[in-house]
């Protein structure tokens, strides 16, 4: 948002910048998730896009860090989708060691030697974070499995924690990758469903300057059109950003519903952009389903013949696909 129409409406920080908003199930999947940690086990984590999960995550690495029970290693590697285990192993014996000069051994059995005895010596159970783990292959999750055996056959403890796309939590439910996903303990962040107005509020109220009340900026029937069309946190501060700058160019305050039917697009919940925020998107669906690309796109955009629509729907939902 500009900065004078964050002063016309009396707002003093970005919505992204609000003090995190905790649901119930939140609440329940961190307790879960710190409870489990010390036992050694493989969680995955997934919500859609915007839902929280990178936010959830940090928290729960601070809190970890702060109670000082489990040391904490995380992946700083940026392209997932070239992320092996090797990389992981690196991001393991950089955190554990506390030596970011450390030199990983090049060796394959060498490595995961001197890695299990690595984490044997901390004397305190290891947890790797890695996120945007939907785009990491199959091979690297198997190989995952595998690293977390071996320490544990070294006298060590290792958990592993997988943040990603709902793609990931279908990945791991399907046939094939039943040697991990039955062994994995999956969890799943809600989109806010149920406590998407008193959110809005939230984020409202947290970033008004002193005396400035949540009726003065948006009134109740754009917080209920809001609820209504939108899912999460991401998509709930990104149209309420775009509301306030069409309402201060139109001279209009508080932001109405009508501000925001300019504002909000009525294709946010076509198939397109809801398969790529659950992280199916062209390049996904091809791989998976080895459908041509042409005749993706023709279904994206409702133009494939209704008999061939229909099959690859079906196929879509048995793989868990949200069509």
Known sequence: MLIDVMEHFGIKLYFRDAEFYETENQKRIFQHIR??????????????VGSGKTTTINRLQKQLQKEKKVMVAKSLS????????????TALFYDVSGDKEYKVPKQGEKRERDLRD???????????????AHD??????????????????????LSIVLAGHPKLK??????????????????????????????????????????????????????????????????IEQHLSK?????????????????????????????????????YTDKVLNEQFHYKPAEIRKFLRGELDSNRAQEMVADFREAGLPI
């Open 118 to 132: 690595l984490i044997k010596n901390t004397k305190k159970p290891v947890v790797l974070f890695v996120d945007e």
């Open 170 to 235: 279908n990945d791991l439910n399907s046939p094939n990758m039943e040697e991990i996903g039955y062994r994995t303990i999956t969890l799943s962040l809600d989109s806010l469903q149920g406590n998407l107005r008193d959110y809005i509020r939230h984020v409202v109220s947290n970033c008004a300057m002193e005396g400035v009340k949540v009726a003065d900026i948006i009134d109740d029937e754009a917080i209920e059109y809001l609820a209504e069309k939108l899912s999460t946190p991401l998509q």
């Open 78 to 89: 940026v392209e997932k989708s070239r992320t092996n285990l090797g990389t992981l192993i």
């Open 35 to 48: 409870r489990v940690i010390p036992e050694g086990q493989l969680i995955a984590v997934s919500g859609v």
């Open 243 to 279: 509301g306030l700058v069409e309402a201060f160019t139109a001279g209009i305050k508080p932001v109405n519903k009508e501000t925001l039917e300019v504002t909000l697009s009525s294709h946010i919940n076509d198939p397109e952009p809801t398969l790529i925020r659950h992280g």
């Open 136 to 157: 990491l292959h199959h091979r690297t999750l198997t190989g995952l499995k595998r690293l977390m055996e071996v320490v544990r056959d070294g006298g060590g403890i």
